[in-house]
């Protein structure tokens, strides 16, 4: 696995964050709202990160980061496209740049133009601070997410309850993936910078183990993989069977595991998995959760066997062939 050192692409990570925040809440105020906020998020794509269709009217648009063009291509379903470099700029030329041509396609949008989740809120529009865009980094960046996002797809595959996509949040910049029990929580005391209230508590209206993967921040300056329960039931920080290098981080409250410990591990994927599963098992029964319910179906066993042909099963087929 490629190496994601924090503080080399700190200032192009800082760049993309605000970028992603803006095509984010582009089809956050044209999407219906889904519970937790899912209309709005994007997705690994095999060229970048995407927000797939977006409803305007009669009609649907998408908005992709393309890493290996180094474009933000804009198209629309009644033939419509225009294709903006990605290079360093500052946050309020960016802006302007995607609200041309959105206006020229004649798509409507009205948002907050203020980042969320972010200390410095300062609005899009008049954030003209020269920004670095390095190309090789954020290409980095988006390569070393395609490998997780196949992990964090077949670790929601296998659970029958509710869960959300894998899919990337532009507030938090983090790819993300989530299991609930089916009951709800208590009320979450919110309390996030800069994101409305009840925003956070319709996000944990109910009890979740969530996972995901982010590059760092300043209080944790390290790309890791985490997971955390809400409401964390007692006990949750006593998992036993963690990877290697694993840990619960006490102010965080959450379980972390290093990337840079997977990128070293002879089995990247498998450690991935082991840690996702461990810290959902210890939230699962230390909650009560159902599992029976959420996790066993003898129909989807074998619907997975006669048709999920899994990357290495192709492989030794072909070793058989040979």
Same mark, same amino acid.
């Given at each position: 696995? *490629?190496? *994601? !050192?924090?503080?080399?692409w700190k200032? @192009?990570?800082?760049?993309?964050?605000?970028?992603? +925040?803006i095509v984010g809440k582009v089809r956050?105020?044209?999407? /219906?709202? *889904?519970?937790h906020s899912w209309?709005?998020?994007?997705?690994?794509?095999p060229r970048g990160l995407g @927000?797939?269709? =977006?409803?305007?009217? !009669?009609?649907?648009?998408? =908005?992709?980061?393309?890493?290996?063009?180094?474009? *933000?291509? =804009?198209?629309?379903?009644?033939?419509?496209?225009?294709?903006?470099?990605?290079?360093?700029?500052?946050?309020?030329?960016?802006?302007?740049?995607?609200?041309?041509?959105?206006?020229?396609?004649?798509i409507e949008v009205g948002f907050d133009p203020k980042p969320n989740e972010l200390a410095d809120a300062?609005?899009?529009?008049?954030?003209?601070?020269?920004?670095?865009? !390095?190309?090789?980094?954020?290409?980095?960046f988006w390569q070393v997410l395609v490998p997780i996002n196949n992990v964090f797809k077949e670790f929601r595959s296998e659970f029958l309850g509710k869960a959300s996509p894998v899919h990337f949040f532009w507030?938090?910049? !983090?790819?993300?993936?989530?299991?609930?029990?089916?009951?709800?929580? /208590? +009320?979450? /005391?919110?309390?996030?910078?800069?994101?409305?209230?009840?925003v956070v508590r319709e996000a944990y209206s109910h009890e979740v183990s969530s996972a995901g993967?982010?590059?760092?921040?300043?209080m944790y300056p390290h790309a890791a993989f985490y997971s955390y329960a809400y409401p964390e039931p007692h006990g949750f920080a006593k998992a036993t069977d963690l990877p290697k290098g694993a840990f619960f981080h006490p102010d965080l409250k959450e379980y972390i595991l290093p990337y840079e410990e997977v990128r070293h591990a002879r089995e990247p994927s498998r450690m991935i998995k082991q840690f996702l599963e461990e810290t959902y098992s210890v939230a699962a029964d230390l909650g009560h959760w159902d599992r029976d319910v959420l996790e066993r179906s003898p129909y989807l066993d074998v619907c997975r066997r006669m048709f999920h042909k899994p990357h290495g099963d192709i492989e030794r087929r072909r070793d058989r062939l040979i």
């Open positions: 696995m *490629l190496e *994601l !050192d924090y503080a080399s200032n @192009t990570y800082e760049t993309m964050h605000r970028w992603v +925040q956050l105020c044209k999407d /219906p709202w *889904l519970n209309h709005s998020t994007l997705y690994v794509t @927000t797939s269709a =977006i409803n305007d009217g !009669d009609r649907c648009f998408s =908005i992709d980061f393309d890493f290996i063009d180094q474009k *933000l291509k =804009i198209v629309t379903s009644d033939g419509r496209g225009e294709e903006l470099d990605l290079l360093s700029e500052s946050v309020a030329s960016f802006y302007g740049r995607v609200m041309d041509v959105l206006d020229r396609f004649g300062t609005p899009f529009p008049e954030d003209d601070r020269p920004r670095v865009y !390095d190309r090789d980094q954020a290409r980095r507030g938090s910049f !983090d790819l993300a993936v989530s299991r609930f029990s089916g009951r709800v929580a /208590p +009320q979450h /005391p919110a309390g996030y910078p800069n994101i409305p209230e009840v993967f982010w590059p760092g921040n300043e």
